[in-house]
Structure formats: structure tokens, C-alpha cells
């Protein structure tokens, strides 16, 4: 039982990963496609912790 829910959570993290990768490439194809150099503030909105690249 104790291995199930370890691997549940790595499940969880897998999954939260992805999503937090998905959202990146999306805020970053946006930036592409309006020119995104200028507006390097407007990659990183409030909320989105830059530290979360690490994981």
C-alpha cells in the first residue's frame, strides 16, 4: 500500500510537470508570434515562478 501511494505521487508530479511544460511552450510560441523580444515581461506572468524550470 505504502508503493501505491508513492507512486501515485510521482504520477501526480509527472502530470503537474507536463502541464506546467505545455503552458511554457505556449507562452513562449505566443511571445514568437507577437514579437516576443520586446515584451520579455509579458513571458513571465505573474504567478508563474520562474523556479519551476528546475523541477
Known amino acids: 500500500m505504502h508503493l ?3 507512486d501515485t505521487g510521482g504520477v501526480a ?5 507536463k502541464r506546467l511544460e505545455a503552458r ?3 507562452l513562449e510560441r505566443a ?3 507577437f514579437g516576443g523580444d520586446e ?3 509579458w ?3 505573474a ?3 520562474k523556479q519551476t524550470r528546475r523541477l
Open 31 to 33: 511571445c514568437r508570434i
Open 13 to 17: 508530479l509527472a502530470e503537474r510537470r
Open 4 to 6: 501505491e501511494k508513492r
Open 24 to 26: 511554457e511552450e505556449r
Open 39 to 41: 515584451k520579455e515581461g
Open 43 to 45: 513571458k513571465e506572468p
Open 47 to 49: 504567478g508563474f515562478p
